[in-house]
Nanobody, 116 residues
Framework: QVQFVESGGGLVQPGGSLRLSCAVS????????MGWYRQAPGKQRELVAT???????YYVASVKGRFTISRDNAKNTVYLQMNSLKPDDTAVYYC??????????WGQGTQVTVSS
């Protein structure tokens, strides 16, 4: 069964940076696309960024130019570098994997709070 373990969140001031990590087990990591989602209080979970098995990336418009997704297949880990953080980026961040569809099970997520 696939497992996702997110880490790296915290409290940061506007304009600051954080690097999130997600360790994945239970799947052939290198063959899956990976994605970062986030869920703010009272809002639906939204897809933030994806990276294919070949390294192609996608970003939602609100984070383009500020966030960078990357992966290390040797470590079965996906990262999200977040720069120029804004209060609107406050959310719980989750990762997931996709072959044809995103997996139904999720990790515990990591809380990111952007506040002065």
């Amino acid at each position: 069964q696939v497992q996702f373990v997110e880490s790296g969140g915290g409290l940061v001031q506007p304009g600051g940076s954080l690097r999130l990590s997600c360790a994945v087990s239970g799947i052939n990591f290198s063959m899956h696309a990976m994605g970062w989602y986030r869920q703010a209080p009272g809002k639906q979970r939204e897809l933030v960024a994806t990276i294919t098995s070949g390294g192609l990336t996608y970003y939602v418009a609100s984070v383009k130019g500020r966030f960078t997704i990357s992966r290390d297949n040797a470590k079965n880990t996906v990262y999200l570098q977040m720069n120029s953080l804004k209060p609107d980026d406050t959310a719980v961040y989750y990762c997931n994997a996709r072959m044809r569809n995103w997996y139904d099970n999720w990790g515990q997520g990591t809380q990111v709070t952007v506040s002065s």
